[in-house]
């Protein structure tokens, strides 16, 4: 069975699997994230508590889990901590986890959403234009490139 849900404290346990470097979790997770990262810290560091936070089970296993966070105001949702299972990268689990994520800042009155990828993820950056997201400022330092797409 399929299901999109909240994210639950034990998810933490299976993200830090998914997360195998410093880079992987800067990237990830943003500066407010420590490496080594620990279950038992993530959840307070990602704010889950206060984030609205959805997982996709597939038969009770944990497949993706991605974030939405509020912008400069209510009409304007930032979609952050995107993650697929390793091995489930390629099978088009970003882009469910991308539309779950739409819906549910469409839901909570989104006409525009944002998002931040690495320029070095290539894979992450084609997905994210096919969904029709583009440019919207300069690359950081750290190589992150600001997207937006508006609803």
Not at 49 to 68: I, R, T, W, Y
Not at 72 to 100: F, K, M, S, Y
């Amino acid at each position: 069975m399929t299901e999109w849900r909240s994210a639950r404290p034990k998810d933490m346990a299976v993200l830090t699997d998914w997360i195998d470097s410093p880079g992987t979790l800067a990237q990830w997770g943003g500066p407010l994230v420590t490496w080594p990262v620990r279950a038992e810290d993530l959840w307070q560091q990602i704010e889950v508590a206060f984030l609205p936070s959805f997982a996709l089970d597939v038969h009770g296993e944990l497949q993706a889990f991605g974030q939405l966070a509020p912008r400069e105001n209510i009409t304007t949702w930032h979609l952050c901590r995107l993650i697929v299972a390793p091995h489930r990268r390629g099978q088009r689990l970003g882009e469910q986890l991308c539309d779950h994520l739409v819906a549910q800042a469409i839901n909570r009155g989104a006409t525009r959403v944002t998002l931040n990828v690495a320029t070095d993820n290539q894979p992450a950056l084609r997905l994210y234009q096919r969904l029709g997201f583009a440019s919207a400022g300069p690359v950081s330092e750290r190589g992150i490139q600001p997207m937006a797409r508006q609803l």
